[in-house]
């Protein structure tokens, strides 16, 4: 599955951005999504996750409240809804994809990659 990745930018600290990732080549309902972040100089973490029909989430404890995951399977496509923007938000978000059963929270479970989208909040 080819993954495509988009709706980052720039936006003040209180702000909201939805992200956006659009699947391709293969059933989507086959495959748990995730999106995970990077911001310089750090390791890349995982921010949420939602099961193949959207039945479950998940969440990293610093965006809940804030970040809502979403998907929509007749688009094929996997939203990240992010409100109330701080600072420490700033980073590469990449949304990835997994068949596997396992772990939603680990990015080892996760096998396809989109090409990240970059969020900058400014302070």
């Known amino acids: 599955v080819q993954l495509q990745a988009s709706g980052g930018g720039l936006v003040q600290a209180g702000g909201s951005l939805k992200l956006s990732c659009a699947a391709s080549?293969?059933?989507?309902?086959?495959?748990?999504m995730g999106w995970f972040r990077q911001a310089p100089g750090k390791e890349r973490e995982f921010v949420a996750g939602?099961?193949?029909?959207?039945?479950?989430?998940y969440y990293q404890d610093s965006v809940k409240g804030r970040f809502a995951i979403s998907r929509d399977n007749a688009k094929n496509t996997v939203y990240l809804q992010m409100n109330s923007l701080k600072p420490e938000d700033t980073a590469v978000y990449y949304c990835?994809?997994?068949?596997?059963?396992?772990?939603?929270?680990?990015?080892?479970?996760?096998?396809?990659w989109g090409q990240g989208t970059l969020v900058t909040v400014s302070s």
């Open positions: 080549g293969r059933t989507f309902s086959d495959y748990a």
């Open positions: 990835a994809a997994r068949t596997s059963y396992g772990d939603p929270y680990s990015s080892s479970e996760y096998d396809y």
């Open positions: 939602i099961s193949r029909y959207g039945a479950s989430t």
